[in-house]
């Protein structure tokens, strides 16, 4: 997403990068490293001197999560830059920040250089109204909820058979990759015919998992891992259903949900954070209890035996991203909070 922003330029803002990069994998989000360590001392040398010498109206940042790795890290940056930024906006496309210190600490001394980072930003972006409530906690002066958006790079559907099943998204357990997989056992086992395929970051061990846990049905599951672009773009032309079953803490949006929509696919989500801002409960598709493989195999068998509700569901989806989510609408907006703010 902010690549995005730096791609689609809007008139009267201009933006100077400083990148960040701290994971090359989403599964090293949150582990810690000398490297990164170096890579920090780098990424607050470079923002200082950014601010120092172009003075921007507004410092824009994208806190990590979480967890402790880059809350530690952002509470690094922030306390760095924040006493040279004029205006701060704190983005939270990686949710639950405020979690941290509704928590506590064990330290005072940690809890004031918590609160000295990241209370009282000029504005919070949040992705939706079930997202984590880290403006009204953090004590932002305002919280503007701006949805992520993608472009439209939808292709033709591909012809195939039988029905196939689609994730994507980086193959942990929080993810709910194994929820999924029970429940496609589930179905695979009372008879029902279709494949699931995946997409995304994939360690040895979970595939192996994942081959484990379709038993007999093995031949009916792909694992495609990594793919970007038009590769990638495919497997949506190519599916039925997508489903997305995290239960992770960071959720605040889900893109994927959307990609599919913009495929015009049905969608079944958890009932969790921000999928609930995205998916529409039996018109864009279902949203399911966490951790509930039963009823998430009751919801997919329910789309694959039926075809009018995949389509109905499909095309409800579809308008919902021309409405909502496209990349026109996104970059627009943040535009338009980061105007309002550097002008106030």
Sequence with gaps: MIQALLSHPVEGIEYRHVRMAFSREMVDIGRASVGKVLHLLSVVARSLWAIVSWRPDVVYYPPGGPARVPVVRDVAVLLAVRPFARRLVLHFHAGGTSEVWRRGFRSRWAARLFRQAFF???AVIVQGPHAHPDGQVLEAKRTVVIANGIA???????SHDPLNVLYVGVHLEVKGVFDLAAACRRLWDAGVDFTLTTVGDVSPATRSELVDRAGPHAGRLR?????????KWREYATADVLVNPSVH?????????VEAMMFGLPVIATDWLGFRDVVVETETGRLVAPHAPPELADALEALLR?????????????RR???????????????LCLREVGRA
């Design 120 to 122: 009282g930003a000029d």
């Design 152 to 158: 439209d790079e939808r292709i033709p559907p591909v």
């Design 223 to 231: 694992i495609k891992g990594v793919l970007i672009g038009e590769p």
């Design 249 to 257: 803490p960071s959720e605040t949006f889900g893109l994927t949900l």
């Design 306 to 318: 039926d075809r009018e509700l995949r389509a109905a569901y499909g095309s409800a989806g579809r």
């Design 321 to 335: 991203y021309e409405a909502l989510y496209t990349l026109d609408r996104f970059v627009t907006d943040v535009a």
